[in-house]
């Protein structure tokens, strides 16, 4: 993947998280590589929700005094 970080450098971060799999190809990056690369920026795009959600279970677990570990297997 690092044969490809002057290609994604070229990309603003908004322009990354909408890039399409027809602009990586025209810019040479492999099928297995942009496979990849949407994988990570789906990954970046749930970043948000993900980050809500331990929140949310913070605030429940500072509510309940439940330790926080606790409720990441409830």
């Known amino acids: 993947m690092h044969k490809y970080t002057r290609v994604l450098l070229e ?3 908004e ?3 909408d890039v399409t ?3 990586l190809e025209k810019k040479g990056v492999t099928l297995g590589a942009r496979g990849k690369i949407f994988k990570n920026i789906s990954l ?5 929700q993900r980050i809500q959600k331990l ?5 429940v677990c ?4 439940i ?4 409720a990441l297997v409830l």
Do not use: A, T, V
């Open 11 to 13: 990309f603003s971060y």
């Open 15 to 17: 322009e990354l998280l």
């Open 21 to 23: 799999e027809e602009q």
């Open 44 to 48: 970046i795009k749930e970043r948000p």
């Open 55 to 59: 929140s949310d279970m913070l605030e």
């Open 62 to 65: 500072e509510y309940s005094h």
């Open 67 to 70: 330790p926080f570990n606790d």
